[in-house]
């Protein structure tokens, strides 16, 4: 089956600084989204990318969707506190479903 | 808009018991809803895809006549855990798809089940 490679698992940093993370896979993913899930709560949507090359910003966010289609990387600028949280980034298909990256877990110091 | 909602939000239950989960979308209709289980610190694992108004795929290695699932309307899905047991106990959450984007999904706050 289709598998997401997301690194880094964590990452502890001071406020103020950015954060990068990505996903790789060995197939092709028609769409690519990330997403934000915080204790107890379901993910919520971040950002959608639809076509290989797209490059979108959601406020500080800024997601890319990787020409071979392949990857997808999620950068935060200027992190603040309420950043914290596990991010998800997730491939999805033609038939509608999602597979999910093992998530990176952001922790902010203020 | 593209909001889901879930109830109960936790249930604890009884080893033996079935446990019923309500997954609504509350201001769009969504033909497609997907159910997922998701243990501590780890990702989400799709249980299976509800489909408005036929059965529901289940993924391989998920129990269909333990996980039961309906999709009676555009907007509710119910997931039902059958004679649970204490491994039963998990996050369950449902997404919806809108509609107006191919796979974009939209999640439901999650449901806390713990099977005593």
């Known amino acids: 089956g289709q598998q997401l490679n997301q690194s880094p698992q964590s990452m502890f940093i001071q406020e103020g600084e950015d954060v990068s993370m990505n996903c790789t896979s060995s197939?092709?993913?028609?769409?690519w989204l990330w997403y934000k899930q915080e204790p107890g709560e379901g993910p919520v949507l971040l950002i959608a990318?639809?076509?290989?090359?797209e490059l979108t910003s959601n406020g500080r966010l800024t997601a890319q969707f990787g020409i071979t289609r392949k990857d997808s990387f999620l950068n935060i600028s200027a992190s603040i506190p309420s950043d914290v949280g596990i991010y998800f980034c997730?491939?999805?298909?033609?038939?509608?479903?999602?597979?999910f990256g093992q998530g990176t877990i952001l922790t902010v110091h203020p | 808009g593209a909001v889901v909602s879930q109830h109960p939000s936790w249930v604890i239950c009884k080893s033996g018991t079935s446990v019923k989960i309500e997954c609504r979308s509350l201001?769009?209709?969504?033909?497609?809803m997907f159910w997922y289980r998701q243990f501590p610190k780890q990702s989400l694992m799709l249980m299976a895809t509800?489909?408005?108004?036929?059965?529901?795929?289940?993924e391989q290695g998920v129990e269909k006549d333990k996980f039961l699932i309906n999709h009676a309307s555009l907007t509710l899905s119910t997931l039902t855990v059958t004679s649970a047991h204490p491994e039963d106990s998990s996050f369950y959450i449902c997404?919806?798809?809108?509609?107006?984007?191919?796979?974009?999904?939209?999640f439901g706050p999650g449901t806390r089940l713990t099977v005593l």
């Open positions: 197939s092709i993913f028609n769409t």
């Open positions: 997404s919806a798809r809108s509609g107006r984007a191919d796979n974009e999904q939209f």
């Open positions: 201001d769009f209709q969504a033909t497609t």
């Open positions: 509800s489909n408005e108004g036929s059965k529901a795929t289940y």
């Open positions: 997730a491939g999805g298909t033609s038939y509608g479903k999602l597979t």
């Open positions: 990318l639809y076509k290989a090359g």
